[in-house]
């Protein structure tokens, strides 16, 4: 319950229900929820007998100093802690069994991850052009990032900061697409619209140049 109220409210007041409500729907998804613990458990009211269990644990956090309260039925953590966030990973879901598979042997690119991961996590995993932030399950989240000159053929960009932007999947595929344009650093323009881009880091000049000349005109010709 303590970490359910962490993931939910951290250091913010809460409504006894409102963290009971919370800690039924986390021990639901995770799968811990039987039968017997929808049947009634005999107490005032309708409640169930999963939620006594949790109305119990409630007040075994209360009596120890878990939970304190500020003013009638407003509650806190009286040590929270923020969540830890990670990326969201997770298989596809559009096919019903894996494909056969064929052993292969290829040359590619070998991507920086740990460049890019810790770029996400200094953007708080947040588009630079329109701040979305995806999170598919709690604290856990799903983000991008574009090498502004591509790391393939011919560009032979550069796998560091100074290339990099964090990014939504549809603003992704708009740099991919090179419908971007760059003016200046911290200004693109997508059509007649212009968007400032969060920065914390810096584009090199030479990257902006290679995007709006070799990337931005071969594909808006």
């Excluded at 929808?38 to 120890?64: C, H, M, N, P, Y």
């Excluded at 040359?107 to 995806?134: E, F, M, P, W």
């Excluded at 595929?173 to 200046?184: R, S, V």
Aim: glycine share 6%.
């Amino acid at each position: 319950m303590v970490e359910v109220a962490n993931q939910r409210f951290g250091a913010k007041a809460f409504r006894r229900r409102e963290l009971m409500d919370t800690t039924e729907q986390a021990v639901r998804q995770r799968g811990l929820w039987t039968k017997d613990d929808d049947e009634l458990s005999g107490s005032v009211g309708t409640k169930s007998r999963g939620l006594a269990q949790i109305d119990f644990r409630f007040f075994d956090l209360k009596r120890s100093g878990a939970l304190v309260s500020d003013r009638r039925d407003r509650w806190r953590l009286a040590s929270p802690n923020p969540p830890s966030l990670s990326e969201f990973v997770q298989p596809p879901s559009d096919i019903e069994a894996p494909p056969n598979r064929a052993e292969t042997h290829v040359q590619r690119i070998v991507r920086d991850t740990n460049a890019a991961k810790s770029l996400k996590a200094l953007y708080d995993y947040k588009c630079q052009v329109c701040g979305l932030r995806i999170e598919p399950a709690s604290c856990s989240f799903y983000f991008e990032v574009h090498h502004v000159r591509p790391l393939g053929g011919e560009h032979c960009g550069l796998d560091n900061h100074s290339n990099m932007l964090v990014l939504c999947p549809n603003h992704h595929a708009m740099f991919d697409f090179g419908i971007p344009h760059f003016l200046p650093s911290e200004m693109i323009f997508i059509g007649e619209t212009s968007h400032n881009l969060t920065c914390k880091h810096n584009l090199t000049a030479d990257v902006i140049a290679y995007h709006n000349k070799q990337i931005h005109s071969e594909f808006s010709a």
